[in-house]
C-alpha cells in the first residue's frame, strides 16, 4: 500500500490552485511553511467565519493522481497542485484509509490523516462539472468523497516528488474518513 509523491504544492496567498515546487518543508503542528493554511488553528475562511480558534485538522491537504487520470477520462484535464493540494501522491488510495493513519513523507516528515476534503463548488469554477466527478454516489445512495484528504504534521521535514510514501495504519479497530 505504499505510494510516492508525484508533486508538492504551496501557496502563501488564498487562491484556489497551488504552484508545484521543487520541495515543500513541513513544519509540526502547523503545516506547510509557507502556505496560507499552515497555523495551530484553522485557517480555511469559512471555518474561520464559524470560529477562528478551532484546531486546524487542515493542514496539509493530500491528492492521489489515480483522481486526475480517472477526470481525464470523463474529458478534464487536471494538474498537480491545480485543486489545492499540496502533496500529491501516486499508488495509495487515499480515501480509503482510516483516521489516524500516519504517512510517512520521504526521511523525515509525518502526517497524521485527519479526514476527508469537503469538495465545494470552487471546484466547478475550476471546470464546470468538474464537482459531479469528485463526489461519488453510490447505488445505495451512499456518497463517497474523492477529492483527497487532510492531516496535521506529527513530524516535520522537507517534502519532494519522488520521495518513497510509506503507509501506517493505526490499531484497529480503523475508524473511515469523515470530513473535516
Given at each position: ?136 454516489r453510490g447505488a445505495d445512495g451512499s456518497v463517497r468523497f474523492k477529492a483527497g484528504i ?29 470530513i473535516v
Open positions: 500500500m505504499d505510494g510516492t509523491v508525484g508533486a508538492v504544492s504551496r501557496n502563501g496567498v488564498y487562491s484556489f490552485t497551488k504552484p508545484n515546487r521543487e520541495s515543500i518543508t513541513l513544519l509540526a503542528g502547523l503545516g506547510v511553511e509557507g502556505d496560507v493554511h499552515a497555523g495551530e488553528t484553522v485557517k480555511h475562511r469559512s471555518r474561520m467565519r464559524k470560529d477562528p480558534s478551532q484546531p486546524n485538522l487542515r493542514q496539509v491537504h493530500l491528492m492521489h493522481e489515480e483522481l486526475f487520470d480517472e477526470v481525464r477520462a470523463a474529458g478534464f484535464e487536471v494538474a498537480a497542485g491545480q485543486l489545492g493540494e499540496n502533496v500529491t501522491t501516486r499508488g495509495i488510495d487515499l480515501p480509503a484509509l482510516p483516521t489516524g493513519t500516519r504517512l510517512r513523507l520521504g526521511e523525515d516528515a509525518v502526517v497524521e490523516v485527519t479526514g476527508l476534503r469537503n469538495p465545494c463548488a470552487q471546484i466547478d469554477g475550476f471546470h464546470k462539472g468538474l464537482l459531479k466527478q469528485v463526489v461519488e487532510m492531516g496535521v504534521v506529527a513530524a516535520g521535514g522537507v517534502v519532494r516528488p519522488g520521495d518513497p510514501i510509506t503507509v501506517e495504519l493505526p490499531d484497529g479497530p480503523h475508524r473511515p474518513l469523515h
